[in-house]
């Protein structure tokens, strides 16, 4: 996980121009409250839930190819994202990052519209937080996720590139990834 957070850094660092010229982003609102979620959100945040309790990384395979787009795991996209993510994994059978998966799914959630009109909801809503001005709780909840020496290099790097989740209003799935 290391290796992604340097990668992030340099890639940060890297482009000062391109941050000069970047749209203004949204600011997200956040909730814990999953009765809020539209139905597509809601249904595909428990399809997930349950893929992940299965113990089996192939049980996302279906949710992926359910969609016209497979969610992105990584900026180098894959040829085959289920493959990716038990490669990440600590494990050899996918567990720990189906592990993540629940223990992200599991914070409160932020979401906001893009230009286009689509609302992306995310997990967890640290993603989208000022990592400077956590309050206490949202640093618990970030505990709950990172560890001490994990939390300060995002502090220092001013940025979430920790795993996350992305559904949009539609309820596709479109990311579950880590880094930049």
Known sequence: MHRLFVLAAVALFATPALAQNAEVWPVPEISSDLSLLPEPVRAKREALIAAARSGDIEALRP???????????????????????????????????????????????????????????????????????????QTVDAYRLLDADQLTELQELQAWYYWRVFISDTGEWTAFVAGD
């Open 63 to 137: 949710i992926m190819e359910a969609q016209e787009h497979p969610p992105t795991v990584s900026y180098g996209g894959p040829d085959d994202a289920v493959a990716y993510l038990k490669s990440t994994s600590d494990d050899e059978e996918g567990h720990q990052i189906l592990g993540l998966l629940l223990d992200l799914l599991d914070q409160p959630y932020a979401y906001f519209p893009d230009g286009e009109g689509t609302t992306y909801y995310v997990w967890p809503y640290l993603a989208e937080l000022d990592l400077a001005t956590l309050t206490p709780e």
